[in-house]
């Protein structure tokens, strides 16, 4: 009888609590009690047990390899798995330190692979001690996932660790990034490439890194803009979402904005800068009308569940379909790698409501038809 294949388990604890506290990622916080003390809400060890869940289906005679507690041990047991442990002590509230000396120790315990729950900063650490010897596969946790290691949903995570345990699965080299906080401090938002890990060859369930704004197209957004500004009904609340193109939006809205942040007007006055997803639910909880206009993520195509976490499931729930506006240019929809965009809120049904085919507005009379997905 065959030897069951051994993964390693690393679950960064404090992972994605930042993003509905319109936090940029988890480093503001000196700790998971730090950050719970400020409203935040752990999302990484459920999101690990969906990824868990999906490989115990797939794949059960794996051997999980896991720090103790929250760092991946509670996860895997929760998901049915007899994990082994790691020895050593590891904190109960772990930092990179502990993430680094779990990814060593489990390169010494012989893993064919790692399953790693958390965003950029998560995959860094690890991906600093392992290199390209041990295939990485990420469970997206984080407030930004900028990595192409990092799957399309919990649940593709899983599945991608089932196939490639059920066989000698070919890899792929996937670029390990990160925002630089050079650029970010200038106002021009970039990720920066680290490396490259190896992942599974599995493009159908792993994203892509996230790519650099392709040139053209800004002059039609900011037309869109000055539309979407003179069509806004007066009692309606209109909430901006994160990124570059949304900076044209708000801009033509008559503001600046926050490059990064989510932003909310009512009656042509800004009322909300940088929100964090209390704010957002109490202003949709006191306003009938809501209207909501977001950008992509490009290269990965992403609308929701990739650096906009303050627009919460509550916040989306108070969205009617035709209140719900998707704006690009059109160089960065014919650069994403296939025909759809994605979504992934952290709720499955509401991810299933959004689904369906979408007018994407290119322009103040252009529009493209594309897909929404939900997870895997």
């Known amino acids: 009888m065959a030897e069951p294949r051994r993964i390693g388990l690393i679950v960064n604890p404090i992972a994605g609590i930042g993003g509905p506290l319109a936090a940029r990622g988890s480093d503001r916080f000196a700790d998971l ?5 400020q409203g935040g809400i752990p999302v990484a060890e459920e999101r690990a047990k969906r990824a868990l869940r999906r490989l ?11 720090a103790s507690g929250p760092m991946g041990a509670s996860a895997a047991l929760a998901a049915g798995f007899d994990a082994a442990l790691l020895d050593g002590p590891y904190a109960r509230i ?27 900063g998560t995959a860094r650490d690890i991906f600093s001690v392992v290199g390209d010897r041990v295939p990485l596969v990420g469970v997206p946790t984080g407030v930004k996932m900028h990595s ?17 345990a059920g066989r000698n699965h070919a890899t792929r080299l996937a670029e390990i990034m990160d925002a630089d ?3 970010l401090a200038a106002g021009r938002p970039s990720a920066r490439l680290f490396g490259y890990a190896k992942t599974p060859a599995l493009p159908r369930l792993l994203q892509v890194a996230k790519a650099a704004r392709p040139d053209g197209g800004e002059a039609a957004i900011e037309a869109l803009g000055r539309k979407l500004a003179q069509e806004a009904k007066t009692d309606q609340l209109i909430i901006l979402g994160a990124g570059t193109t949304m900076a044209l939006i708000k801009r033509a809205f008559g503001f600046a904005g ?19 997803a209390a704010t957002l639910e109490k202003l949709c909880q006191n306003h009938s009308e809501v209207s909501l206009i977001v950008g992509i993520v490009g290269g990965q195509g ?5 650096g906009n976490q303050q627009i919460s499931q509550e916040v989306l729930r108070a969205v009617k379909t035709n209140d719900l506006r998707i704006v690009a240019t059109r160089e960065k929809l014919l650069a994403l790698p296939g025909t759809e965009l994605r979504v992934d809120t952290g709720d499955i049904a509401l991810d299933r409501t959004l689904e369906g085919y979408r007018r994407i507005d290119t322009g103040p009379s252009d529009t493209m038809m594309m897909r929404l997905r939900g997870g895997f």
């Open 33 to 37: 009690a730090d950050a719970q003390r």
């Open 56 to 66: 115990k289906q797939q794949a059960g005679d794996v051997e999980i390899l896991a």
């Open 94 to 120: 772990s930092n990179a330190n502990d993430t680094k000396t779990a990814a060593e120790a489990m390169l010494q315990k012989g893993v064919e692979l790692i399953l790693l729950a958390g965003g950029d």
């Open 148 to 164: 192409a290691v990092f799957a399309l949903s919990p649940e593709a995570a899983g599945e991608t660790v089932a196939l490639a």
């Open 181 to 183: 906080e050079a650029e």
């Open 258 to 276: 926050t490059l990064l942040g989510v932003d909310a007007v009512l009656k042509g006055e800004v009322i909300a800068l940088d929100a964090d």
């Open 302 to 306: 992403f609308v929701f569940g990739r």
